[in-house]
């Protein structure tokens, strides 16, 4: 089966850092995106990792361990923008194309 | 650049009922795909396609139908709506698929079934 889990809320403190773990059990692996999707809108990619270790971007930075099942995403100096669901999703080889599995979202607020 | 467009933005329909709604994208993306989405759940593959003409089923195709007659348009059918339907629908794109090219999504529609 295909399971990726995240925590279900976080809250932080503006100008902090938050890291937002995912781990994962899929059957294949072929690159871990991140998205962000603020209330009412769109998924926005934010980043990619296929291979060992960490991605940076600006304030945000995400790691992949593959023989861990396992990544973060760390928001750095963090704004009360940054409040979002941020989701977590796998791609997968299934039926000879690559799919993606999404996991169900960590919801972060941040406090002023 | 308006990227992936959805129409209708949101609709009430009562159970039995039909509807069509439309995804267009202006990316010249190979893929497109239709997701549900449902609260404390993740995004949920509906159908997908690879190209103009192809369609295949996701995890949940049960209720649904899909065309892909032109490259730019995919087209996600509810043949007899159920309250099960109710959702929030969104529809992305993508280059192949096998590199690091991100799905780009719709900004959503909301489906309500009475």
């Known amino acids: 089966g295909q399971n990726i889990d995240q925590p279900t809320e976080m809250t932080a403190t503006e100008g902090a850092i938050v890291q937002i773990n995912c781990t994962y059990q899929t059957s294949g692996f072929n690159g871990l995106f991140w998205y962000q999707q603020h209330a009412g809108e769109a998924p926005t990619f934010l980043s990619y990792?296929?291979?060992?270790g960490l991605e940076e971007k600006g304030r945000f930075s995400s790691f992949l361990s593959r023989s861990k099942g396992y990544s973060y995403l760390l928001l750095k100096e963090l704004q009360m923008k940054d409040s979002a669901s941020y989701l977590c999703a796998v791609r997968v080889l299934s039926g000879g194309y690559n799919k993606l599995i999404f996991g169900a979202g960590t919801r972060l607020a941040v406090h002023p | 650049n308006a990227g992936v467009t959805q129409t209708p933005k949101f609709r009430v329909l009562k159970t039995g009922q039909s509807m069509t709604l439309l995804c267009a994208q202006d990316m010249n993306h190979e893929y497109m795909y239709w997701y549900r989405q449902d609260p404390g759940m993740g995004l949920r593959l509906i159908h997908y396609s690879v190209g103009e003409g192809t369609t295949a089923k996701g995890e949940v195709p049960d209720g649904y139908n899909v065309s892909r007659l032109k490259k730019q348009n995919f087209l996600l059918g509810l043949e007899s709506a159920a309250p099960s339907q109710t959702s929030v629908y969104f529809c992305?794109?993508?280059?192949?698929?096998?590199?690091?090219?991100?799905?780009?999504f719709g900004d959503g529609t909301r489906l309500s079934i009475l």
């Open positions: 992305a794109s993508s280059y192949q698929g096998i590199s690091n090219q991100p799905q780009h």
């Open positions: 990792n296929v291979l060992d």
